[in-house]
């Protein structure tokens, strides 16, 4: 057997052990493709404009006033550099409150419907729609199709290749054609959207192996000449967290016995945030559960999905001193080549136009096991139609 029959041959069996995964994978991938365009759109039609006009009320203020409202603590607070924009608070199990900056009035909630729906994509993508303790279950066989993804492509660009470079081929292999039969259909189908999706579909999936696997997340690194981060350690069980979890003390505008917020001087500390980067678009803060601990503020300066415009800041709660500033020149390569896997894998480090690349090879994705399996299954081993 020679080499091209035995690359056949491996990416024969991977087509049929993990296609049905990869399919999976990528349809919702393709549901996920403009997620982030999907809910700001869905979420604005539940609060509509904000009249900007006046002095903005204080976080402190505003995040007392709304924890009182609602009786309950948000777990991030995000505001944008756009005045006619709310302020954004998210609580428990990912609700959202857009809030007035101006008047502190709660104008709409999260599209909650809108919202599901992508947890659920998520949750098909990424564990294969499982939950709780099955969870790990999911993410190994979706990790396991990633790879066989990987096989898949690197191998079906070189079975692809032809012994002879010919014009004839080459405009077999670029355009979708009407054929005489359903398996010459097929192989076109197959053939033209490998053609055309082969380079997006590599950076796609080789990102999601290397998030899938902590070898290939620590690989990363080494190519670059840097050790790999320490782990966090395994989650505790649940509710043992928030049992271990010390009382945060009372504090301004608190709801009396849930652990009340005390944001104290958080005003201060903001506008040292603001001025740290120009032209900035959004700082995100996440109140501590500690009372008194560091202050850290995530600062984007793009559209949310560009990793070498976003940057961290942390700062002393009690002196309002820098503790540290991680922007993305300031990580060695590793990191920054990670965080490039990050927002390549949705396309999204690449804005709107990268979304699309990246939407565009997920329905390919989905057509290449579709017609994979139909060339190799059900004409291949079944023999079905005959004939074809």
């Not at 759109?41 to 709304?66: F, K, P, Y």
């Not at 010459?184 to 696997?213: C, E, K, Q």
């Not at 999905?305 to 820098?322: A, I, V």
Request: net charge positive; glycine share 12%; with cysteine.
């Amino acid at each position: 057997m020679n080499f091209r029959k035995t690359l056949f041959w491996i990416h024969f069996a991977a087509g049929l052990t993990a296609g049905l995964v990869v399919l999976v994978m990528s349809v919702t991938g393709l549901l996920l493709a403009y997620q982030r365009q999907i809910v700001a759109w869905a979420d604005r039609g539940q609060w509509g404009a904000v009249q900007s006009g006046g002095e903005r009320m204080s976080i402190e203020t505003l995040v007392a006033q709304v924890s009182r409202t609602k009786s309950a603590n948000p777990s991030a607070v995000l505001v944008r550099s756009d005045r006619e924009m709310p302020v954004e608070l998210t609580f428990a199990r990912g609700e959202v409150s857009f809030v007035n900056p101006y008047t502190g009035a709660v104008l709409g909630e999260g599209s909650q419907s809108v919202r599901a729906f992508f947890r659920t994509m998520t949750s098909w993508h990424r564990y294969l729609g499982r939950e709780g303790q099955s969870r790990p279950i999911g993410r190994a066989i979706t990790g396991a199709g990633n790879l066989a993804f990987l096989v898949l492509v690197t191998t079906g660009i070189y079975l692809w290749w032809p012994k002879s470079l010919t014009w004839q081929w080459l405009r077999a292999a670029v355009a979708f054609r009407r054929q005489a039969t359903s398996k010459a259909r097929d192989w076109n189908w197959h053939t033209v959207s490998g053609f055309w999706t082969a380079i997006p579909l590599f950076f796609i999936v080789i990102s999601a192996v290397v998030m899938s696997y902590p070898w290939a997340n620590d690989l990363l690194y080494r190519m670059t000449g840097n050790e790999p981060p320490a782990r966090a350690a395994a989650p505790a069980a649940p509710g043992a967290a928030a049992a271990q979890r010390p009382e945060v003390q009372a504090g301004a505008g608190g709801a009396a016995g849930r652990g009340a917020l005390n944001l104290a001087g958080l005003d201060a500390l903001w506008v040292r945030a603001e001025g740290k980067e120009a032209g900035w678009q959004s700082i995100t803060f996440r109140p501590p559960v500690r009372p008194g601990a560091q202050a850290v503020f995530a600062i984007d300066r793009g559209n949310g999905g560009q990793p070498n415009l976003k940057s961290t800041l942390t700062l002393d709660w009690k002196t309002g001193d820098e503790v540290r500033f991680q922007s993305f020149e300031s990580n060695n390569a590793g990191l920054r080549l990670r965080q490039w896997m990050r927002w390549t894998h949705t396309g999204e480090a690449g804005g709107l136009l990268g979304q699309t690349i990246g939407a565009i090879a997920c329905f390919a994705g989905s057509l290449l096991v579709i017609t994979g399996i139909a060339l190799a299954m059900i004409r291949r081993i079944l023999g079905w139609p005959p004939g074809t």
